[in-house]
């Protein structure tokens, strides 16, 4: 046994060494030996993307178009419990926004299909029928717990739904669509909803609590469909859009409450800027390591 | 096998997993200490506690096992504790006069605080990584970092294949220089094809070939894999016949696939096959299907080589190190490469011998060229200069801005504990167990390697407690 004597000397002719476990030591070679090949197959930030400044702003005005929609809702609410707003304006907007979603969503399809009509008209239909029917329940629900603990179960509940909402798609898909959202999203839109009951709880009547039931369900539900499909038609759009709804709930916040106004500025701030060049200063730190020990990506999908 | 400096090394191996339970690990531990006994030296085996096998028992060969009672929580793992075990693993180590410790596997708790402890007591340790972790998701982050601590201060570290050497030197930070590879092995003796008796009383079928696959059907060793695989070889090749041993979450899937494409006749669905019964199935088939997402080694592809069967596996891990080129035959994990690689195996088949491939298993891998090459790690641990504490501490301040701190916290607790030990129970006071002298049985070192269940009959069949309190019951 002289693999020690062997190894030192390092004789010329000896055998070279090959990666394999088998047929023992191998001669001339210690166990501990450490090729040039070692670590030949690690591959460092294989994955990392790239990112650019500005495409990683345009990408962050989602989430601000998203944060003033919801900004928008809760103004709504505050403006309805003030009664600054009637019950048939308030219905007045809620028929507009159905027929303006309506119309977004056939003039992005690629194709307008009447079957397409029928079957949206026909759920809507269905959908405010049983959102009257159970709009006394809504009104009475939650209605004698005390209103400083609705309104903070309330804030909770609606931050809970901007942090687990799913800012790249909708959690209502487009009839047709095969996969199927993910849990998180699933808790957002729960968790919008029943902030939404909580509010209808502190309004005076049947009408008012199925017109803000109505607003707040067809905002929750069915605004992340809409800008979605807006987006997927035209990028340009959608920015327009998203700017145009900042500038528009900017300018009322500013009416209602000037801290308020201060604090969604900040924000809208943060998310479109700071939190971009934040994410591209730190992709400096990104490691990332690959290599043979990696366990293997089944490359189809797993029906199960 | 004299001529180094021969001292006989007082061997304790830590695992949480260990016989009763029946894997890779498991089987590596009881072989290797068997080779090892027969080499001269004492090995002595720390496990938890399984069921109610608790306490010290003797297996085959004099192998004195101490399952401690410590109850497992989660994967046959006991509660980290950190300090609870010093105590007894300080007894032991002292009653056994313990000179190196060995650590198993990165999973077992069990082997993390034995290790942690033995070094602030001053022994030599090695550790053995058995497995391959990922650096992305949050469960191997943590694993990491504990194998981060334990390593910054093991003396010699053993892989069990070249891919898991650049793994774990990777996760740990470890010199490369200190990490050793020695493969598993496999039991030639005992995994041999199909002898010419049981060739003739089994019923002829040279038209048709078996194809074997024996593992646990869950995510890991590709289970989805099969699924996609097996009704496009049937498709292809009406004479094969696939035979799947093991069981699982996913093997409800597999049985769905089954009866999908109407394959009852020509799919075996065993279940869960007992260790023992693994060549009997094996000698069944021609082919071995390994569809591993991801495998350190695979000691399923030796136990099939062995057996004669032509391999087929997924290009992952180890694997490709594991047998020569020509028995093997590799594939990317998808399922068209995969039937590409069946159907290749099929074409070479014909030249296939099986007892040919058996010979040449039988000079590939021993588990008692194992034991010799562990041995010298060992031999290289104990030379490693001795460190105080401080300098030990400065290795694992360096192992992070908070976890080396932290690890520096949890090492002076145990040697302040260890010190109270010292003066609660002095180590003199610490009765030494005495040694327990089988004469080494070196006509049959290939039969060395006796799987545990043989050991437990045998150990069953005389007394099955041989509890060691008094020194009277000396066997020798």
Redesign the interface.
């Known amino acids: 046994?002289d693999v020690k004597t062997a190894a030192s000397n390092s004789s010329p002719p000896r055998a070279k060494w090959r990666?394999?476990?088998?047929?023992?030591?191998q001669p001339g070679y210690?166990?501990?030996h450490?090729d040039e090949t070692?670590?030949e197959?690690?591959v460092m930030n294989a994955s990392v993307v790239k990112r650019n400044m500005l495409k990683v702003m345009l990408d962050a005005v989602s989430i601000s178009e998203y944060l003033c929609i919801v900004a928008l809702v809760v103004l709504v609410w505050t403006c309805t419990l003030s009664s600054s707003l009637d019950e048939n304006s308030l219905l007045l907007i809620d028929i507009s926004l159905l027929v303006s979603g309506f119309l977004i969503l056939l003039f992005t399809q690629k194709k307008l299909s009447l079957s397409l009509l029928l079957h949206y008209a026909l759920n809507v239909s269905f959908f405010i029928t049983g959102l009257y029917v159970l709009a006394p329940i809504y009104q009475t629900l939650t209605r004698s717990i005390s209103s400083d603990s609705i309104w903070a179960v309330t804030v909770s509940l609606l931050i809970l739904h901007l942090f687990l909402h799913d800012y790249s798609e909708s959690t209502v898909k487009a009839p047709g669509a095969l996969k199927n959202p993910a849990l998180t999203s699933c808790i957002s839109v729960n968790a919008s909803v029943v902030a939404s009951v909580f509010i209808a709880s502190r309004l005076p009547s049947r009408l008012h609590v199925f017109a803000i039931m109505l607003f707040s369900l067809q905002v929750f539900l069915f605004a992340p469909l809409v800008t979605y499909c807006i987006k997927k038609y035209s990028f340009c759009l959608h920015i327009c859009f998203s700017i145009s709804l900042m500038v528009l709930t900017l300018s009322f916040v500013y009416t209602l409450h000037r801290l308020l106004f201060v604090l969604l500025l900040s924000l809208l701030v943060f998310v479109n800027l700071v939190c971009p060049y934040w994410l591209i200063r730190i992709q400096e730190y990104k490691f990332?390591?690959n290599?043979?020990?990696?366990?293997?990506?089944?490359?189809?999908d797993?029906t199960? | 096998?004299g001529?180094?400096e021969n001292e006989k090394h007082s061997i304790l191996m830590v695992s949480d997993f260990f016989y009763p339970n029946v894997g890779g690990v498991e089987n590596h531990i009881y072989c290797l200490s068997q080779c090892l006994l027969n080499l001269g030296h004492k090995v002595v085996v720390v496990t938890h506690a399984y069921g109610k096998r608790s306490g010290v028992r003797y297996m085959t060969g004099g192998l004195k096992v101490y399952y401690v009672p410590w109850r497992p929580f989660f994967n046959q793992n006991t509660f980290p504790t950190l300090h609870g075990t010093l105590p007894i693993i300080r007894t032991i180590l002292t009653r056994e006069r313990i000179t190196v410790v060995h650590g198993h596997q990165t999973f077992s708790t069990l082997c993390h605080e034995a290790l942690m402890h033995a070094r602030i007591m001053g022994y030599k340790v090695v550790f053995t990584d058995h497995s391959?972790?990922?650096?992305?998701d949050a469960g191997s982050i943590h694993m990491n970092k504990v194998l981060q601590f334990t390593l910054a201060d093991v003396s010699?570290a053993i892989c069990?294949?070249?891919?898991?050497k650049?793994?774990t030197?990777?996760r740990s930070g470890l010199a490369?220089?200190?990490?050793?590879?020695?493969?598993n092995a496999v039991d030639t003796a005992k995994f041999k094809p199909m002898s010419e008796e049981e060739r003739r009383s089994s019923k002829p079928s040279r038209s048709e070939i078996v194809i074997v696959v024996i593992s646990r059907l869950v995510y890991?060793k590709?289970a989805?894999?099969l699924v996609?695989v097996i009704p496009e070889v049937c498709r292809l090749h009406p004479n094969v016949h696939f035979i799947i041993g093991g069981d699982g979450p996913k093997r409800v899937?597999l049985e769905e696939m089954r009866e999908k494409h109407s394959l009852q006749d020509r799919v075996d669905l065993l279940g869960a096959v007992q260790h023992t019964e693994v060549r009997s199935v094996l000698i069944k088939g021609h082919i071995f299907l390994n569809s591993s997402?991801?495998e350190?080694?695979c000691i399923a592809i030796l136990e099939a080589a062995s057996c004669g069967l032509l391999t087929v596996s997924?290009r992952?891990?180890?694997v490709p190190?594991?047998?020569?080129d020509d028995m093997i035959v590799l594939a990317e994990?998808?399922?068209s490469d995969m039937v590409r690689a069946i159907q290749k195996a099929i074409t070479m088949l014909p030249k296939i011998d099986p007892q040919v491939m058996h010979n040449r298993m039988r000079?590939?891998?021993?588990w008692h060229?194992v034991a010799k090459?562990t041995e010298?790690?060992y031999d290289r641990a104990l030379k490693c200069s001795d460190q105080n504490l401080l300098e030990r501490l400065s290795r694992h301040l360096s192992c992070g801005a908070w976890a080396g701190k932290i690890f520096c916290l949890v090492m002076i607790f145990s040697f302040l504990l260890w010190h109270i030990l010292e003066l609660w129970q002095p180590a003199d006071d610490i009765e030494e167990a005495p040694d327990f002298i089988l004469t080494p049985n070196h006509d049959e070192l290939e039969g060395c390697c006796r799987k545990p269940n043989n050991a437990e009959n045998q150990k069953n069949s005389s007394d099955t407690n041989i509890y060691d309190n008094s020194g009277n019951n000396n066997i020798s």
Not at chain 2, 132 to 136: A, E, H, I
Not at chain 2, 363 to 366: A, G, R, T
């Open positions: 046994m990666k394999v476990a088998y047929g023992g030591m210690d166990d501990n450490t070692f670590l197959g690690m990332e390591i290599g043979p020990w990696d366990e293997a990506k089944l490359c189809f797993i199960d | 096998m001529n180094r391959l972790n990922g650096f992305s010699q069990v294949s070249h891919t898991s650049e793994n030197v990777l490369p220089e200190k990490v050793f590879v020695i493969p890991r590709g989805d894999l996609e899937r997402l991801t350190a080694f997924t992952v891990g180890g190190e594991v047998v020569p994990p998808d399922p000079e590939l891998y021993s060229d090459r010298i790690v």
